[in-house]
């Protein structure tokens, strides 16, 4: 068990460029969540998948967001057209069905 | 709507002392009641899990309970330290909620030496 990882920690990205955020869960976890978190605040979900299928999306998550969860392993959360109000810390969690959730170390991303 | 709150938002205790952290929800339809520990720029750790037929759950100087009919949970920490500083912070699984987690905001703590 390597636990949640999550690449890159670090994005520093220019208003209206797109950009990409991978997250590989602890490997026999079935479930698979994106939270995003803004500072002073508690993480608020945007998504979640059960093996490949995207189960529920937040209204947080418009039309620039996309997350995909091919073949059930890894996920991607893309955000295209970026605004500054994107800038957060991007967390994902993985669980074996409705079990504790265990959580990454997140992708800071900072929007100029 | 489905809200937990967490109150203090933050809280400062001298090395040592035995301390309480807060958390209470709006519904007691839940699933199950994590605790996480989040240092300041990282990700969370989850600390304890209590499920909804659960009273408490313990581990080393931690000791979580559950009281679904007055909708709050406490997270007991016994004689802290100064490596226990950092936000804490309580999410709650709803029954009609897939996996969603609804996340208080969070009491940041500080243990002074």
């Known amino acids: 068990d390597t636990g949640v990882s999550q690449n890159p920690r670090h994005k520093i990205t220019k208003r209206g460029q797109n950009v990409t955020f991978r997250c590989d869960p602890i490997s026999e976890h079935n479930r698979l969540y994106w939270y995003r978190q803004t500072l002073g605040q508690g993480p608020e979900f945007l998504t979640y998948f059960q093996n490949e299928a995207q189960l529920e999306k937040s209204r947080l998550l418009s039309d620039r967001f996309s997350a995909e969860r091919p073949k059930g392993s890894f996920s991607t959360l893309e955000i295209q057209r970026t605004e500054q109000g994107d800038s957060a810390m991007y967390l994902c969690?993985?669980?074996?069905?409705?079990?504790?959730?265990?959580f990454g170390p997140g992708t800071r991303l900072t929007v100029t | 709507k489905q809200e937990v709150t967490q109150i203090p938002a933050a809280l400062s205790v001298p090395e040592g002392e035995n301390l309480v952290l807060n958390c209470s929800f709006t519904d007691s339809a839940i699933y199950n009641l994590q605790w996480f520990r989040q240092d300041p720029g990282k990700g969370l750790t989850s600390l304890l899990l209590i499920q909804s037929s659960q009273r408490e759950q313990t581990s080393g100087r931690l000791n979580a309970s559950l009281d679904k009919s007055s909708g709050r949970s406490t997270l007991y920490i016994a004689a802290s330290q100064p490596g226990d500083s950092a936000t804490y912070l309580c999410?709650?699984?709803?029954?009609?909620?897939?996996?969603?987690?609804?996340f208080g905001q969070g009491t940041e703590l500080s243990v002074k030496p």
């Open positions: 999410a709650v699984l709803y029954y009609n909620q897939g996996g969603k987690l609804i």
């Open positions: 969690a993985s669980s074996l069905a409705r079990d504790e959730q265990y």
